[in-house]
Structures are given as structure tokens and as C-alpha cells.
């Protein structure tokens, strides 16, 4: 993946926000490289990664797939029938994706915000709030301090990332 964004989608009030989110349903924007990684391969995680039988307990937080055209319409479709017996059980949403409305700025890359020394390197290197939200680095490094990707893809790509010896040392700490 090369980055990921929060956000709002899937209602109908312009601007939400988490404090008035409407008919809004959390949600996260993900872009990657097709040539690393497919639309299929993709939603096979989501679906490994959830129970897309089991009913959201609130409109915020539904299981939701939002797609942009007919070709990723019909991917999902193709994994709902690979990872569902019984359609009629499935209670992950499938729309067409009408807007995605990104969340506050504090709502971005919110593990990694939680470690001073690596959010200060990264803001360092990206100032601009919009080049830092948008960073693959801080991306990755969101994702491994909330333990997603394997142990070798973290140690190959770590020196990537453009982190002082100190900052790497915190990040493998608290992976």
C-alpha cells in the first residue's frame, strides 16, 4: 500500500465530522500500486481480516466496502461469494463510493501520534500537514506500531524510512 487516509463516507451530510458525523460511517481510504498488490488481493484481507456475517452495532462503525467502479464492483462481488456461504447472511455493506470526507487532522496517523520522537522526525521531513498525512513512511509506521506487516518486511524496510538510529530503536521497542 502506499498510503492510507480516515475519513467519513457512505451518508449524506456535507462536511462530517466526528462530532457530527450524520449518517456517516468511519471509514479509511487506502491507495496501492496494482502492480504490488491486486483489488482482489486486497479485499481477500479485508475479508480474512473481519467477520463480514456479523452486525455493526451502530451506523459509525458498520463493516462497509465502498467501491469506485463497475471493475471493483464486480471483485467484490467475487470475494463476497469466495468468503460468504450464505449472501443472505452478509452484513458488510457494499456501495458505490459517492465522497470521502477526511477526518480532522488529529484523526490521521493516530498510533503513530502517540510516540512524540517518531511524529516530530516525520513532521520534520513532511511539515506540511497534507505531505505528512500522505507519507507512505508515516503510513508504514502507523501500521507497525499498531502491529500490522511481518517482522521482515518491518526490519527490510526500516532504515527506508528516514528515522535516526534513536527513532528506530523506539520503533522496534514498541512494535
Not at 463497475?70 to 459517492?98: H, M, N, W
Not at 490521521?108 to 507512505?136: C, G, M, W
Not at 499498531?146 to 534513536?166: I, K, N, V, W
Request: hydrophobic fraction near 40%; aromatic fraction near 10%; glycine fraction near 4%.
Amino acid at each position: 500500500m502506499l498510503r492510507t487516509r480516515v475519513g467519513y463516507t457512505g451518508g449524506t451530510k456535507d462536511a462530517p465530522t466526528y462530532r457530527s458525523l450524520g449518517d456517516h460511517t468511519e471509514s479509511f481510504q487506502v491507495d496501492f500500486d496494482p502492480q504490488r498488490i491486486t483489488y482482489d488481493e486486497l479485499l481477500e484481507l479485508v475479508f480474512e481480516s473481519h467477520n463480514p456475517c456479523s452486525r455493526a452495532w451502530s451506523r459509525q462503525y458498520m463493516s462497509a466496502i465502498f467501491f469506485h467502479d463497475d471493475a471493483q464492483k464486480a471483485a467484490v462481488e467475487r470475494a463476497v461469494a469466495k468468503f460468504v456461504e450464505d449472501e443472505s447472511d452478509l452484513q458488510t455493506v457494499v456501495a458505490p463510493l459517492d465522497r470521502f470526507w477526511l477526518a480532522e487532522d488529529y484523526h490521521q496517523k493516530y498510533r503513530l501520534r502517540s510516540e512524540d520522537l517518531l511524529e516530530q522526525e516525520l513532521r520534520a521531513i513532511y511539515p506540511d500537514l497534507h505531505d505528512f498525512v500522505n507519507s507512505t513512511a508515516a503510513m508504514r509506521i502507523n501500521a507497525y506500531l499498531a502491529g500490522h506487516g511481518s517482522m521482515a518486511q518491518f526490519e527490510r524496510e526500516l532504515p527506508l524510512l528516514g528515522l535516526s538510529e534513536q527513532a528506530q530503536t523506539l520503533l522496534r521497542s514498541a512494535r
